[in-house]
């Protein structure tokens, strides 16, 4: 569920940070700079990330995706360990993106929080290790830029069912949706949970530990 309102972001500040309703996810708004020759921004700031999250993140890939819309993609996590943290921002179009505690013993199992990212904001999220990740294609060409912090393995990609009713994401009415096979036919929350798929909260914090 979605529990934290938005604040108004602060225009002096070189980056604005919001607490999402999931432990230990941060949505990360930076200043846009804009003139004649178009705009410039910084989605990453290093430092900043490092005194809100209280750690750095090592970032040994990055992916990018495009995605026509009605997309749907998720939700996807990480086998923990080694599990896998990501800095997400949207570099063109548009799209509604969730975080969802997965994390087994976490404070916040099973709630979400929702951020629509586009090219006018620049809004960025951080989700933490054994943190599953979805987000909806809303414009045609809608191009989502990922930082992570461990190599794809594909044996340890997993995948939960985007339309479970324990997780209730509340996805927009009217905008047909195109997934995968391995999205359409994933498992629910709870199914996950009796098949061991889940990551435990005590692993996903022995795992960030390491990135102090």
Not at 93 to 103: K, N, S
Not at 124 to 141: K, N
Request: charged share 20%; aromatic share 8%; proline share 8%.
């Amino acid at each position: 569920m979605n529990t934290v309102g938005r604040t108004a972001p602060d225009a002096a500040a070189p980056i604005t940070v919001r607490a999402l309703a999931v432990e230990g996810a941060f949505e990360f708004t930076p200043r846009v700079h804009r003139d004649e020759r178009g705009i410039f921004t910084s989605p990453l700031q290093g430092e900043e990330f490092a005194r809100a999250v209280g750690h750095s993140m090592p970032v040994v890939q990055t992916n990018h995706n495009r995605s026509a819309r009605g997309v749907l993609r998720g939700v996807h996590f990480t086998t923990t360990p080694p599990g896998q943290a990501k800095y997400v921002h949207c570099a063109r179009g548009r799209a509604m993106d969730f975080v969802v505690d997965l994390r087994l013993g976490s404070p916040t199992f099973g709630v979400w929080d929702t951020v629509e990212m586009d090219t006018e904001s620049f809004h960025s999220i951080y989700l933490p290790v054994g943190v599953g990740h979805a987000f909806l294609a809303l414009e045609d060409d809608t191009v989502m830029s990922y930082l992570v912090s461990s190599p794809y393995r594909p044996g340890l990609e997993q995948s939960l069912d985007p339309f479970d009713p324990v997780l209730a994401l509340p996805w927009p009415e009217g905008l047909a949706r195109t997934l995968s096979k391995r999205d359409a036919h994933a498992v629910g929350l709870a199914e996950a949970r009796e098949l061991g798929m889940l990551p435990r909260y005590e692993d996903c914090l022995a795992v960030t530990a390491g990135y102090a």
